[in-house]
């Protein structure tokens, strides 16, 4: 499940090699009838006979029986178990308590900390029958995070409420999956952090990563949650009696994914070299809001410096400047970022996975990643347009000329008019948006730009039409939402880039024989302006076109 995109062919010479791999997956466990006030009585008197005892004194003791069942039992096995304050990062909590032991597997850890869930109150009817409310908003009761070492997954944590109906969040990686799979079948896999670093058979480790994306894989994820769900985390509220006599049995979601691109660079300043020029070329087109720098050290580790061994589980603590450059499009995010001393990562995630629109449910996990991975693709495809645009010849006298869409005759694109210039610029910034953008979207953008909302969806739809006579825009299939073209992206970006950074600067100082005192540390674009504003004013100068 790998597909091929304009960045990675672009820069192919440079790199060592590339996997692409599910990363994180977030699975929602819920009992399905004790999702209402209905189901939750018929399963208590399934429980314990009848409803009589259904009552809120006692679903609170049941919540109380959970955590002291849960203490003893870490207390005789000597198990830690940590109390967190809101906030705490537990990932990294998790990594202090890991099993020096590789062949460990089974709970290492518990941690505990409040979050919502689902709680219900019980009121007495006028009959003596009870009746079940949500509270609302959810309270914030314990929640129980297990932390476990699997056969095939590696480091999975499951996050289970107190209260009934003990509703479970099942953490897992699929890096871990992989790594484990690898090892199964001795392939030759090395990895720092969350990544495969070289030395890695990366061509192998992509054909491991590809298996978990096919449908007879997917039911992997409800075995491992079975497999630890019922003996280890929901045995301190039910036995396996109890769970057997109501019936009590979990269905599964996936709430949040990730998917991950990964490219390894041959040498560390390669890749700073590509990936920070990138940011500098691309971030104002496609308007990046949140450009993040962890300062770590000043340089990237030295390519010479002598190899340390090399260890399969590290913290992550940055050893060098990482930029996060990350793109949100409501519940979506792309993030491209530099990860290890040669590794370019490109994530595609689903913080929820209903923007998807493709259902929840683990057979659609799939289709999921299928539109993940066409996320990646597209969002690369869009970078590689924007960042090695170009101009056709004649595209200057030929954008500007009308175009015919049948019996209409619509105007050309004028960006010499800030108007159509502030439609192109929101035209672009929404070039790397997954689902497109309607003329409601693009008229939100281009009013934010503007800084009023004068700027109306009516006319929007006016502009697109003229941006779809020239083939910058196409529309979406079976529905009211377009996409740029990458030609359309590389011509708008040539444009942009020409007028804000060639024509603009050079004008500004052109007709002047000295400048401001250069800057200590010049840079290599500001040498090269230098000298074409020079040569340019003694062009002027010959053409008397200086001014006086």
């Not at 708008?492 to 060639?502: D, F, M």
Request: with cysteine.
């Amino acid at each position: 499940m790998y597909d091929s995109d304009d960045f990675t062919s672009y820069h192919q010479e440079l790199l060592d090699g590339r996997y692409d791999c599910v990363d994180r997956i977030v699975l929602n466990g819920y009992f399905s009838l004790g999702q209402t006030g209905g189901g939750f009585r018929c399963w208590w008197r399934e429980l314990f006979g009848s409803d009589a005892t259904l009552n809120t004194n006692h679903l609170q003791r049941m919540a109380g029986d959970f955590s002291r069942r849960l203490h003893a039992f870490a207390k005789q096995n000597k198990i830690p178990v940590v109390h967190c304050e809101t906030g705490t990062r537990k990932h990294e909590i998790a990594e202090k308590y890991l099993p020096d032991d590789p062949s460990f597997q089974g709970l290492f850890l518990i941690l505990v900390a409040k979050s919502p869930a689902l709680v219900w109150d019980v009121r007495q009817c006028k009959s003596g029958a009870p009746h079940l409310e949500r509270k609302k908003p959810w309270p914030y009761v314990n929640h129980y995070h297990f932390h476990i070492i699997d056969k095939e997954w590696g480091h999975l944590t499951i996050k289970m409420s107190g209260h009934p109906p003990f509703g479970i969040q099942v953490m897992l990686n699929g890096h871990e999956w992989v790594e484990w799979q690898a090892r199964e079948q001795t392939i030759s896999m090395i990895k720092e952090g969350n990544c495969f670093v070289e030395g890695s058979d990366f061509m192998a480790l992509n054909q491991i990563a590809d298996t978990l994306c096919q449908n007879d894989t997917i039911g992997q994820l409800a075995k491992v949650c079975d497999r630890w769900v019922y003996s280890t985390c929901l045995c301190f509220a039910l036995n396996t009696k109890d769970q057997e006599s109501s019936r009590f049995h979990y269905q599964y979601s996936c709430y949040q994914i990730e998917y991950s691109r990964n490219l390894l660079f041959q040498l560390g300043a390669k890749l700073d070299s590509v990936y920070q020029g990138l940011i500098d070329r691309t971030r104002s087109l496609l308007d990046v809001n949140k450009l993040k720098t962890i300062f770590g050290r000043k340089n990237r580790p030295s390519a010479t410096k002598a190899s340390s061994p090399k260890v399969e589980r590290v913290l992550d603590s940055s050893t060098f400047d990482l930029t996060v450059f990350k793109v949100h499009f409501g519940k979506l995010t792309l993030k491209m970022y530099d990860k290890g001393e040669k590794t370019l990562r490109i994530e595609a995630i689903a913080h929820n996975t209903k923007e998807l629109k493709c259902g929840r449910v683990l057979a659609k996990v799939p289709d999921m990643l299928t539109k993940l991975e066409h996320m990646v693709t597209g969002f690369l495809n869009v970078i590689s347009a924007a960042n090695i645009s170009f101009l056709d010849d004649g595209i200057l006298d030929t954008i500007s000329e009308p175009t015919q869409r049948g019996n209409k005759r619509l105007a050309g694109i004028d960006l010499q008019k800030p108007r159509m210039r502030t439609v192109c610029e929101a035209a672009l910034a929404l070039a790397a948006s997954p689902r497109g953008f309607s003329s409601k979207d693009l008229a939100g953008k281009a009013g934010e730009i503007m800084g009023n909302d004068t700027y109306t969806a009516r006319q929007a739809a006016y502009d697109i039409n003229k941006l779809r006579g020239k083939s910058i825009l196409v529309p979406i299939a079976k529905s009211r939402r377009y996409c740029l073209s990458i030609p359309g992206v590389r011509i708008l970006a040539g444009l942009i880039i020409l007028r804000e950074k060639v024509i603009k600067p050079l004008l500004a100082g052109i007709c002047k024989e000295s400048i401001a005192r250069p800057p200590n540390n010049e840079r290599p674009i500001d040498s090269k302006y230098e000298r074409i504003r020079h040569d340019m004013l003694g062009l002027l100068n010959e053409l008397h076109l200086t001014p006086t």
